[in-house]
């Protein structure tokens, strides 16, 4: 993985995070609300459509730190948030919210029904950030935990979680492994059976990429690594990774006020 380009994009606050989606790259963050955009591939660089969507009900901020959009097909939205409880010691919740995305695109909030269940992830360690991933056939919504200490990538049963009130509720967590530190988000690619650790190296600096065979690991209970890219000159925090069109080119987002989106380079 090589970085290729930084360009600086406006009006996302501290940008949480990227996700590619037929054809269209939503870039969340958490402005003075939660907030997605939505951006065009033209020639070799992002152009903002115009759209935009607040994570909002009733004028009042929900999803109000944006972390990991799971959307597969025709199953359940599903969006994380991490809320802090106690800023001394460092406490948080974290929310699963599963929300209605053809209603949130068509109205630009989540008034009108388009939030359809709050879901507190108490199976987590620290945080949350749903991606879906492919098992044995099935799909699974897959999180993971931003510490440094006991970290795991779980599997969530969507069609159990969607209805949940908790996480730790029964039939919710399927699988898990054990990873490293400090995971910001993932990103699943099925063609390879990989999933991608997007994470830092220390808390809150630096970027690693460790990309995981996700069934040697489910069936090890721990994370099976299959290469690590740390090679980047950056100490900024790495929140969000996504793949464009192909393998072969990517994006990578920050939480830095300048040069939030890198364009990266992959060579298989």
Known sequence: ????????????????????????????????????????WKGDSLSYTGHEYKLTM???????????LAVHGHMPVFMG?????????????????CIDWDGLRRTGTLDGGNLKNVIEDDACIQGTRPE???????WYVATADYGNRANE??????????HASKTSDK????????????????????????LVLIQNQIEGRKWQFTYVDLRRSLASGKAEVVKVADGFDRGDELEGFSFLSSLSKGVAVTSSRRGNVNFIDINW
């Open 81 to 97: 948030n991490s809320v802090i409880l106690n800023k001394a010691t460092n406490q948080w919740k974290a929310i699963i919210y």
């Open 171 to 194: 039939g919710v967590v399927y699988k898990k492994f054990t990873c490293g530190p400090w995971v910001q988000n993932m990103q699943w690619i099925p063609e390879k059976n990989l």
């Open 58 to 68: 009733h004028d009042t901020d929900v999803i109000n730190h944006p972390t990991g």
């Open 132 to 138: 879906y991933v492919e098992y044995d056939h099935k």
């Open 1 to 40: 993985m090589s970085l290729s380009r930084s360009v600086t994009v406006d009006s996302l606050g501290a940008c949480q995070g990227i996700s590619w989606l037929n054809g269209k790259a939503y870039l969340y963050g958490d402005r003075e609300v939660g907030m997605i955009r939505e951006f065009e």
């Open 153 to 162: 990538v779980r599997l969530y049963d969507p069609k159990v979680l969607e």
